[in-house]
Structure formats: C-alpha cells, structure tokens
C-alpha cells in the first residue's frame, strides 16, 4: 500500500530522489533511443538531458552517503501517494515527437514540486539547501529544454523533422485508413445496388449494406493487422493499423448504406448517389493531400473504379 508522503523520514526523502532522478534519466533515454532514427536532433536534447539527470542522481547520493551510509533503500514513486500514474515507455510506440515534448514538460514539473515540498520538510540544512537547488534546477531544466532547442533545432531541422512526423502519420494512420475508406466505399457498392435495384425495396438494400460494410470491416481489419508487425517498414503497431482500417472501410461503406433508412426506394437512392459521389471526392483530396497524388489523376482513378462498380452492381440487381 503507498504512503503518504507527509510520513516519510528524511531518509526515505533522499532515497525515493535517488529513485526519481534515476527513473527520469533512464526514461530520458529511452525517448533518446526511440527518436534518433527519425528525430535525431531531438534525441541530442534528450541525452543532454538525461546527462542532467544523473548528475543531480550523483549529489543525492553524496548527501545520502554524507548522512545515512552506503546502503540506499528502494523506494519508487509508485511507493508514495500523490505521482501521476505514467505509461511506460516501452509500452508508446511508436514514439510522437510532440508527445515525448509533452511528458518531458510533465516529469520535470512534477519532479521540482517534489523537491519543493521535500526541501520544507526536511531539517538539515545542508539536505535543504541541496534539494532547493534541485527544485531550482527543475526549474531551469525547461529553460535548458529550450535552449537545446535553439541549438539543435534550427529552422531547417525542424522542417525535417515535420516531415519525418507527417511521414510516420502517414505510414500509420493515413496508408491503413485510406486502404480502408477505399476498399468500404467501392467494394460495397455492387452488393448494396444490386440488392436495391433487384428488390426496389429499402429495408432490403439497407440490411445487405450492413452486412457488406461490417463484414468488409471485419476482414481488413485482420488482414492489415496481419500483413506485418511494423518492425522493418516502420508502419506502427498492426493492432492500430487494423482498428483503423477496419474502422475506415466499415465508415467506408455504411455511408451510402444509411439512405436506405428512408422508406421509400427511389429517394434513398437518390441520397445514396450523392453520399457516393462525396465519398468519392473526399478520397481523391485524402490522396491529394497525403498521397501527393494530383487530385484530377486521383479522382479519375477512384471515379471511374467507383462508377464501374456501380454500374456492376445496378446491372446486376435489374438483370
């Protein structure tokens, strides 16, 4: 059961700091690690920063040493009541850049609050003065943040930088979502028209469009989660990518599915035709912007597959 820390000795003070700089050095450096292939420069910041850390880690244990002798007890953040709860790195990948900046900022304003309180409830003069001067440090440690920035990141890296970020977004979310969207919006086409034209019957269209758009969903789901594991092409997690496109393709067909919810049949193809033509358009600009994909050659790509299905799957269901 964790502690208040309001009932820890002195000792156990200098012991959960020791724990605490030692935690964020190694944590420092493993967002140096998992950036230096697409962030390299970000990761000098956060090895100069992990280099800070494990000097305040070196005072500690002097004071320590100074006062309680060789043995340090094993005291965690999770031991005491009051730390935010953090996901451990090993478990974030891929690693974002701004969300790295963003816990960064987090852990060192979290760590000066301790040395703050923990410097008002120490007697020792010379332990008081130390862990001041860490909260201080703490403190400053953002404004070192800052300047490393200033140092390493120069305009023209951090254009770079974007650039790995938007091409990591792309390689993850967009590629997978995309697929999706694509394979949701075209492939359901053919069953959900046939099943309209051969039935003239709303009710009808709408049950054989679920069925498509949430099978569909189902299957490239599990065939994208299981195409790679991302480790060699850099693609992400495959549990991610499935969801998304799963998601995507299921979002992809039940958009021209739903306007057979209106009773009667020519009015809901009618909506149904416009929503396709959307769908269509809004996966041409997704190209377009993602893609680098001239939007005239992506809407004629996608147009005219799109508008053969359709015209399959009409003569079809009229046959």
């Known amino acids: 059961m964790a502690k208040n820390f309001k009932d820890l000795?002195?000792?156990?003070?200098?012991?959960?700091?020791?724990?605490?700089?030692?935690?964020?050095?190694r944590i420092y450096a493993d967002f140096a690690a998992g950036l230096r292939a697409d962030y390299p420069t970000t990761a000098k910041i956060f090895e100069e920063m992990e280099a800070e850390e494990d000097e305040h880690r070196g005072k500690l244990i002097e004071e320590y040493r100074r006062r309680f002798g060789e043995h340090i007890?094993?005291?965690?953040?999770?031991?005491?009541?009051?730390?935010?709860?953090?996901?451990?790195?090993?478990?974030?990948?891929?690693?974002?850049?701004?969300?790295?900046?963003r816990q960064a900022e987090l852990m060192e304003t979290e760590t000066r609050r301790f040395y703050e309180r923990a410097a008002n409830k120490v007697s020792d003069a010379s332990t008081r003065q130390l862990l001041g001067d860490l909260a201080e440090a703490e403190r400053k440690h953002m404004t070192l943040a800052e300047?490393?920035?200033?140092?390493?990141?120069?305009?023209?890296?951090?254009?770079?930088?974007?650039?790995?970020?938007?091409?990591?977004?792309?390689?993850?979310?967009?590629?997978?979502?995309l697929a999706g969207l694509m394979d949701g919006s075209v492939s359901t086409l053919?069953?959900?028209?046939?099943?309209?034209?051969?039935?003239?019957?709303?009710?009808?269209?709408?049950?054989?469009?679920?069925?498509?758009?949430?099978?569909?969903?189902?299957?490239?789901?599990?065939?994208?989660a299981a195409s790679d594991d991302g480790s060699l092409t850099g693609r992400g997690k495959p549990l991610l990518r499935g969801i998304v496109c799963g998601l995507m393709t299921t979002a992809g067909g039940i958009g021209h599915t739903?306007?057979?919810?209106?009773?009667e049949f020519r009015t809901a193809t009618a909506v149904a035709v416009v929503i396709v033509a959307i769908e269509l358009l809004v996966i041409s600009w997704?190209?377009?912007?993602?893609?680098?994909?001239?939007?005239?050659?992506?809407?004629?790509?996608?147009?005219?597959?799109?508008?053969?299905?359709?015209?399959?799957?009409?003569?079809?269901?009229?046959?």
């Open 9 to 25: 000795s002195e000792q156990q003070i200098l012991a959960l700091a020791i724990s605490l700089e030692e935690t964020d050095a």
């Open 73 to 101: 007890p094993l005291i965690r953040r999770e031991d005491v009541k009051g730390f935010v709860h953090r996901k451990p790195v090993w478990m974030i990948r891929p690693l974002g850049i701004k969300t790295v900046r």
């Open 147 to 177: 300047n490393l920035q200033q140092k390493y990141l120069t305009p023209e890296v951090e254009t770079q930088e974007e650039k790995a970020h938007r091409r990591l977004f792309v390689l993850q979310i967009v590629q997978p979502g």
């Open 190 to 224: 053919a069953p959900v028209f046939a099943a309209a034209f051969a039935t003239h019957n709303s009710h009808a269209a709408l049950l054989v469009g679920l069925a498509a758009s949430i099978g569909a969903g189902i299957s490239m789901a599990f065939a994208e």
């Open 258 to 263: 739903l306007p057979y919810l209106i009773p």
């Open 286 to 319: 997704i190209r377009k912007r993602y893609m680098d994909t001239p939007f005239l050659r992506a809407a004629f790509q996608v147009i005219v597959g799109g508008v053969l299905v359709f015209l399959v799957g009409i003569w079809i269901g009229s046959s």
